[in-house]
Each structure stands twice: as C-alpha cells, then as structure tokens.
C-alpha cells in the first residue's frame, strides 16, 4: 500500500494512492497514519480489505498539499557514510560500525515543500536518502533478518545538510542536520510488502534539472536489515521511528571547488524507485 496525509500543515488527513493512481480518503477508518497504525496489523488489514473492495471515497487532489506521510514521529535515526561510493568521494574509509546521529521530528516537512536555507549559512547540501519506517519494537535484536520483520514500510527522504555547520562547527552533526525543514518525507509510506529487496532501489537526485546523485542501495555498506538490528543494540526503536540510511555520492560536498552548494532559488528534486519523486524550492530562512 502507499500510504500518505494530506491537507494544510498540522492538518493532515490519512490517504490512500490506490494502483490506478487514485487518490482515497482513509480519515473514516483510522485517525492517522502514525506508528499505532503501523503497528496494528488488523488496522492495515482492514485497510487493504477496503481499498480492494472499492470502498474508500475518493479524493480530489487538485491543490492538496501532500504533508509528510507519518505523524507524530518518536525520533529520526541516521546513518552517516553509508555508501562505498559516497565514502570514496569524501576520502573517508569505509566505517567498521554504522556511523549514528539523531535528527529532530520537527525537521520533518512535506515532500514539495518550501525548504529553507539557514542563517549564515554558507554550505548547505542535498541528500537523497532511504528512510525505513519502524512499525514493530527493535530492542536487541540478534540478526539482519529480525531487524527487516521490524520494518514496516520505507520512504523517501532528503537529509538536507548545512556542511560547514556540520564540521567545521565544533562538536557533534547535529549542528548541520537539524536547521528547520532539514528532512522532507514523502510524498508516500510504502508498505514493506510491496518492496521485497530494499537492497535494490535506485536512488537519484537533480538540481536545477541537473542529475547530481544516481545511486543504488545496493552499494550501502550496512544494509537495511543490519542497521536496524545494530540500532537495536544502543536504542529501542519504537513504531514510527524513521531511519534515515546513507546517501550515495554526488552531494556537493563531494564536487570540485568552487563546491556547489544550495542558494535561495534553487530547485531540488529526487525520487528512489517505487517510492515517489519529491521537488523542493530553497528560500532564504
């Protein structure tokens, strides 16, 4: 299924693209899609048993705002140098254990939404980004094959990045991942069903019409499933966490000086196959 929330921000209503591509109103069956939803199996079975009968009313999408696809998310894990490709363009060596950092649920935006550049900034950066959606508890769990059970469906994700606020700040990342409107999601949760190898997916990226990231997370050096159990390790992952897993290469970081980094103006797109296409225009914060 994919699943998605429409509407004004902070007023999303639960939806459904069916496989014609219309689009179906779910806000009659469940209050949202949020991690007690994807931790329901009923819920979704009635779901998809209403979908399949044609029992959901249709929506018209002309001038809706497509929100982020999860509600009241509990926390953002990310996954930094997750790429052999990625790695090389940096000159870092592949990481032995997944490099972690957190990011805030209120970066989290809508897929076409307005992203903003932030104050002072002089190096913000794209990312197209893998996100797993968690719809089962992960708490120590002891292989690859428990951590992918724990998944309930995956996204696509922009781990926008503020580089100079990231390194050359002092401390941790958090200082460049974390500036508003730093995750757009969406446009929709595709359930884990309906992607049977998520090590499989190509991943691309354009700025300004130009292809900058065309990747594969075939090439991540933690797969899915092995990031999950590993988080499981350090932190309870809870239904309607989000995982962000790595980024392949092309970011700007990795260009040739003058490196091009995102201005006001600017016009990002992305897509990760089978998962939706997100475009985002970058303003001044």
Known sequence: MKLLRVGTAGAERPALLDADGTLRDLSELVPD???ALLADDAALDRIRAAAGAGELPVLDGTGLRIGPPLGRIGKIVCIGLNYHDHARETGAE???EPVVF???PDTVVGPDDTVLVPRGSRKTDWEVELAVVIGRTARYLESAEEGLACVAGYAVAHDV???EFQIERGGTWDKGKNCET???LGPWLVTADEVPDPQALGLKLWVNGELKQDGTTADQIFPVGEVVRYLSRFMTLHP???VNTGTPAGVAMGHPEPKPYLRAGD??????DGLGRQRQELKDA
């Open 94 to 96: 592949p990481p032995s």
């Open 240 to 242: 309607g966490d989000v």
């Open 267 to 272: 016009v990002v797109e992305l897509e990760i």
């Open 33 to 35: 899609i949020d991690g």
């Open 161 to 163: 990045s503020e580089r």
């Open 102 to 104: 957190l990011k805030a």
């Open 182 to 184: 730093f995750n757009p």
